[in-house]
């Protein structure tokens, strides 16, 4: 390096390679608890795959009970619908809204009670 203001100077922060600038995700503790959702379902024999997706808008969790077929469910995280209707989002498999809210767990218990039917049916 000739001046030392090339990628990885120190001092300088460089950006994740795969993340956008701006880009919206998960917390950990908020993907803990989808993904132990999902576990469940699979468990269950209700999801067989997962797709995650981000950008500047959103951040998507969507769960699939075949690989070929649209999400039987899809959590959807909209920090720019904090303060209205809440950011979180859980639409079906058709694209309807089921729920809306402020908390994550509130959205999940839609699919949580689906679980304890279909853990009932046995």
Do not use: C
Request: proline residues 5%; glycine residues 12%; without cysteine.
């Amino acid at each position: 390096m000739s001046s030392g203001m090339g990628p990885g100077a120190p001092g300088q922060v460089v950006a994740f390679p795969g993340r956008a600038q701006g880009q919206i995700g998960f917390e950990r503790d908020e993907l803990q608890r989808i993904l132990d959702l999902y576990g469940r379902m699979v468990a269950a024999g209700q999801w067989r795959d997962y797709a995650m997706d981000f950008d500047k808008h959103a951040a998507t969790f969507a769960a699939f009970r075949r690989t070929a077929e649209r999400p039987q469910a899809r959590v959807e995280k909209r920090p720019a619908l904090r303060n209205k209707q809440g950011m979180w989002t859980l639409f079906g498999e058709h694209g309807q809204i089921l729920k809306r809210g402020h908390e994550l767990a509130g959205v999940l218990a839609p699919m949580e009670r689906r679980l304890l039917k279909a853990v009932d049916d046995d």
